[in-house]
């Protein structure tokens, strides 16, 4: 069974950064693809970055392009989220979720098998 766990969510002033991580566990983890996905108070959740398990790709949403990169470490089985510049509309809970297989609509939570609990992202004017 695979877990995803993320944490390096917080408190930090608008201008500001944090880099959010995410470990998977699971004996025989694999996916195609990993994601993070944000869902704010009384919102929808929404794609925010992606990352092939290959690195050879990587996907984000149009609000968060030159200030959020994806990254991973596949000897870690981590995943990561530098986030750069933050503003307070990028107040959410972020949510970390895998794929196992290739998948045209990555920016949709329907294509992704495996999530996190999810950690808060408080960004502050």
């Known amino acids: 069974q695979v877990q995803l766990v993320e944490s390096g969510g917080g408190l930090v002033q608008a201008g500001g950064s944090l880099r959010l991580s995410c470990a998977a566990s699971?004996?025989?983890?694999?996916?195609?693809?990993m994601a993070w996905f944000r869902q704010a108070p009384g919102k929808e959740r929404d794609f925010v970055a992606a990352?092939?398990?290959?690195?050879?790709?990587?996907y984000y949403a149009d609000s968060v392009k030159g200030r959020f990169t994806i990254s991973r470490d596949n000897a870690k089985n981590t995943v990561y989220l530098q986030m750069n510049s933050l503003k307070p509309e990028d107040t959410a809970v972020y949510y970390c979720?895998?794929?196992?297989?290739?998948?045209?609509?990555?920016?949709?939570?329907?294509?992704?098998?495996?999530w996190g609990q999810g950690t808060q992202v408080t960004v502050s004017s």
């Open positions: 979720a895998a794929r196992k297989y290739y998948s045209a609509t990555y920016y949709s939570p329907t294509a992704y098998d495996y």
């Open positions: 699971g004996r025989t983890f694999r996916p195609y693809a």
């Open positions: 990352i092939t398990w290959s690195g050879d790709r990587t």
